[in-house]
């Protein structure tokens, strides 16, 4: 039974910060690239950062230039660095290995 573990989300004035992380077992961490997803009340849930096992990254037009994605292979984690945040920004955030695993998510809040 594999599983992602996302941490760090919260409330948060807009304007602030979050970074978010999640774990993801060793066996599996360096052969997919990972991938932050949010879902929003109401709305589909979206791709917002890409990581490639090459650490190439790649982002949602509304979140470039604030969110940054990285990995830590040696913890076997992957982070989700989030500023200037928005009230759109509010969602259930996600981390996705490749296809196949999915984390439970982390709700962050960006109030007015």
């Known amino acids: 039974q594999v599983q992602l573990v996302e941490s760090g989300g919260g409330l948060v004035q807009a304007g602030g910060s979050l970074r978010l992380s999640c774990a993801a077992p060793r066996s599996i961490f360096s052969i997919f690239d990972m991938t932050w997803h949010r879902q929003a009340p109401g709305k589909q849930r979206e791709l917002v950062a890409r990581i490639t096992t090459a650490g190439s990254t790649s982002y949602e037009d509304s979140v470039k230039g604030r969110f940054t994605v990285s990995r830590d292979a040696a913890r076997n984690m992957v982070y989700l660095q989030m500023n200037s945040l928005k009230p759109e920004d509010t969602a259930v955030y996600y981390c996705?290995?490749?296809?196949?695993?999915w984390g439970q998510g982390t709700q962050v809040t960006v109030s007015s």
């Open positions: 996705r290995a490749g296809l196949q695993y």
